[in-house]
């Protein structure tokens, strides 16, 4: 197909972005859509070639293949290679195995399915993971062998027939994407054929200008990029992605392919030498900027300075340059390419490198390839400090799904209720002397409040089923004559955010304390007319940054264990302490802040034992550690009512 210099200028749009957001540059909220971007691109490029190679009977799906692999193959293996002894000198032994299961994932090209599986909640931070991009190659594989197999299917190309197949699978996949988010928003994310119909726009695009001189459109090429910049300034982490509002980016991509012909302006803008210049190394660009900005935040104790991340980001746009020339171009077909010029040497090349990764990373997954820094005893038993605290079992994350898993005996006495920090106090309990007998009812970001719940401005299915999960709790404990104390725990999210009640209306995010207090009124009256004795646990003091991962490195790296302990009145949240204080009146609160704060100073590491595994949850060993020493059911007998 004839070089469109624009185009190339089309992705420095997608690729800045992109860079910027995840550099922590918060102008660019909804840089992430460059991604969708580069999807619709590679969509249009790749289906030019295949539809246009078919019409002159060239086409080949060997050659296809072999573009493809000197194209991805060898910059992504230089990009891996490096991260390797990066990963293995910094990370902790829980995240390094993420890294070498994702490194292998990556290498086979189905890293979005290791993201989706290892998503949600309780997942590893997604700026602390140096291969989390990777999901975007896979995705964009994955169709690359599909659909070369789907064009040969549909036969002789004909606009009309190709319109309307593509066209009505881009719609089941739009519908997908619409349902999946308001159903599995983590999962959806990374689904391949929630992403698909972004790709088949770029298709749809080809079929159109297939063997057409199309003529520039200054209105709609300037529309075009208006719907993208649009979306990289006013989009941000709460639009849910993908679904119906995608649809902005990537019709704004469709109208500058389509309409941003040379004499507009865009391509005017586009198709200058920085832009087309930054154009051609962004797949190198974006390929090293995830690794070099995580690696950043991995190794630093603290949030690394936006001036730190901005130059990163420079960087890996320098080694970018460096990439291209050395690395892409020598593979590449045409003048420059010296290096694997014969194709069964290159697919010779491209299983072994394939098959290399994925050994490294499964092997060393198997096998514990840790840095010695963590893998002493001593630094392991830190280390376990940041497994995740899903209390009795990991089914317990929602125990909705798994009643009989989340209870230590057939006659519990009592009942742990509530979200995430409701499973981290369940170890503590368990360190008592006696431990009681209980039952635990959870679901992650539940509140345990009846009536009401946190959501978005959207009612998600989340939310529904939180709704759902405290009513049949309530109706459970009705029946438990055993269950004498009932603990309720959460650190109340629904403060400051827009709440959904059970009859279907949401309410604004606002100063709603006083309908919350009122709801905990109806709920711990309800607990108590059933005879139960009920109290709350108030949440951890928190900074709001990740003081276990701080605690675990501070060790590893300065032999520090107070490095991460934080001022007291630093950790003071307004609202929250309005809402608790107010809640004291209602029900017995115990604060945990009093046990690990000294009313100054708040100790992270206490006795050798890391209190966080995260920002706010107690690790299972401090769980333990401050149960034991504070005797959380003792606690709980003598104050309850």
């Given amino acids: 197909m004839k070089y469109r ?9 997608a690729v800045v972005p992109v860079v910027l957001f995840h550099a922590g540059w918060d102008v660019f909220s909804g840089g992430y859509v460059g991604v969708d971007v580069f999807f619709v691109i590679s969509g249009f490029l790749i289906t030019s070639i295949i539809i246009g190679e078919r019409a002159e009977g060239r086409f080949s799906i060997l050659r296809f293949y072999e573009r493809r692999a000197r194209r991805i193959l060898p910059a992504l293996f230089v990009v891996l290679a490096a991260t390797l002894p990066f990963a293995w000198a910094w990370m902790p032994p829980d995240a390094f195995e993420d890294f070498l299961r994702s490194l292998a994932f990556a290498a086979l090209f189905i890293s979005n399915v290791h993201f989706w599986e290892y998503s949600g909640y309780f997942a590893q931070a997604s700026e602390m993971r140096p291969l989390l991009h990777t999901w975007s190659l896979a995705v964009e594989e994955q169709y690359y062998v599909f659909f070369p197999l789907l064009m040969a299917a549909l036969g002789a190309f004909s606009r009309r027939k190709h319109i309307a197949v593509i066209g009505v699978l881009a719609f089941l996949s739009l519908a997908l994407s619409e349902w999946g988010w308001r159903n599995y928003p983590e999962e959806n994310f990374f689904f391949t054929f929630s992403r698909m119909w972004e790709l088949f726009a770029g298709s749809l695009c080809a079929f159109i200008a297939f063997r057409r001189e199309l003529r520039g459109n200054q209105i709609l090429s300037l529309i075009g990029m208006g719907l993208i910049l649009w979306s990289v300034f006013a989009y941000d982490a709460s639009v849910p992605f993908p679904s119906v509002y995608t649809l902005v980016p990537v019709i704004g991509t469709a109208l500058v392919l389509l309409f941003a012909q040379q004499g507009t302006a865009v391509a005017w803008v586009l198709s200058r ?6 154009g051609l190394i962004s797949y190198s660009a974006y390929l090293w900027h995830q690794p070099l900005l995580a690696f950043a935040r991995i190794r630093s104790l603290h949030e690394p300075s936006l001036w730190l991340m901005s130059g990163l980001a420079l960087a890996s746009f320098a080694l970018a340059a ?3 020339h050395y690395v892409e171009q020598p593979f590449r077909s045409g003048p420059h390419r010296m290096l694997l010029p014969a194709r069964p040497a290159l697919f010779g090349a491209s299983l072994a490198g394939i098959a290399a990764f994925a050994a490294i990373g499964m092997a060393g997954k198997s096998t514990d390839w840790s840095n010695a820094a963590f893998a002493s005893p001593m630094m392991r038993a830190y280390g376990q400090s940041l497994r995740i605290n899903h209390g009795l079992n990991d089914a317990c994350a ?4 798994a009643p009989e898993a ?11 209720w509530g979200d995430s920090y409701a499973m981290h106090l369940v170890p503590g309990f368990l360190a008592s002397d006696p431990a009681p007998v209980l039952k635990q009812s959870t679901i992650y970001s539940c509140s345990p409040v009846l009536g009401v719940t946190a959501t978005t401005d959207r009612a998600t299915e989340h939310a529904l089923h939180c709704l759902n999960f405290n009513a049949r709790t309530l109706d459970w404990l009705a029946g438990q004559d055993s269950v004498t104390h009932v603990v309720l725990s959460s650190p109340f999210h629904l403060v400051g955010t827009n709440l959904l009640t ?9 100063d709603n304390t006083d309908l919350l207090i009122a709801a905990m009124q109806n709920t711990v009256t309800a607990i108590r007319a059933l005879g139960k004795k009920v109290i709350v646990f108030a949440p951890t003091p928190s900074l709001g940054t990740d003081l276990g991962t701080c605690a675990v490195k501070a060790i590893a790296y300065l032999n520090d264990e107070a490095y991460c302990d934080f001022d007291q009145a630093s950790a003071r949240n307004a609202a929250l302490e309005t809402f608790f204080d107010r809640l004291a009146q209602v029900v017995p609160v115990v604060t945990l802040e009093d046990m690990i704060c000294d009313g100054t100073r708040c100790d992270v590491v206490q006795d050798g034992v890391v209190l ?4 706010g949850h107690l690790s299972i060993p401090g769980s333990r550690w401050l149960g034991a020493r504070h005797d959380f059911w003792g606690l709980t007998r003598n104050r309850a009512e």
């Fill in 322 to 324: 460096l990439t291209w």
């Fill in 273 to 278: 030498k920085l832009p087309v210049a930054i």
């Fill in 398 to 401: 929602d125990s909705f799904k």
């Fill in 502 to 510: 059970s009859e279907g209306k949401i309410i604004p995010a606002g």
């Fill in 5 to 13: 210099a624009e185009i190339d200028g089309l992705r420095t749009v």
């Fill in 612 to 615: 966080y595994r995260d920002a």
């Fill in 406 to 416: 989340c209870r230590t005996g057939d006659a519990p006495e009592l009942l742990i």
